[in-house]
């Protein structure tokens, strides 16, 4: 069972960055798409950004120009980099990746999740 570990969520004031990180021991991120969502409170979790096995990567339009979506070279580690942040960007994010099953891509997997705070 692949488990997916996120880290660096945060407190920053509006207009500031942070650089969320995943790592999967024994997962390769660039063998099936992988994601980043976020729910915030009340709301339900949305998709913010998603790189596919191709490197494709798509935004939702709420973060586009501002987050951008990525894997380290070795393809064992995925990050999410945060610029410019607004107050509407407080939210839980959860690292997603696909699952591998008879060698296929499959079912979404999730990580435990990692605050995210902006303050005005």
């Known amino acids: 069972q692949v488990q997916l570990v996120e880290s660096g969520g945060g407190s920053v004031q509006a207009g500031g960055s942070l650089k969320l990180s995943c790592a999967a021991p024994g997962y390769i991120f660039g063998d099936c798409e992988n994601a980043w969502y976020r729910q915030a409170p009340e709301k339900e979790r949305e998709l913010v950004a998603s790189i596919a096995r191709t490197g494709f990567t798509r935004y939702s339009d709420s973060v586009k120009g501002r987050f951008t979506i990525s894997l380290d070279n070795a393809k064992k580690n995925m990050y999410l980099e945060m610029n410019s942040l607004k107050t509407e960007d407080t939210a839980v994010y959860y690292c997603?990746?696909?699952?591998?099953?008879?060698?296929?891509?499959?079912?979404?997997?999730w990580g435990q999740g990692t605050q995210v705070t902006v303050s005005s």
């Open positions: 997603a990746a696909k699952s591998i099953k008879w060698g296929y891509c499959a079912g979404w997997m």
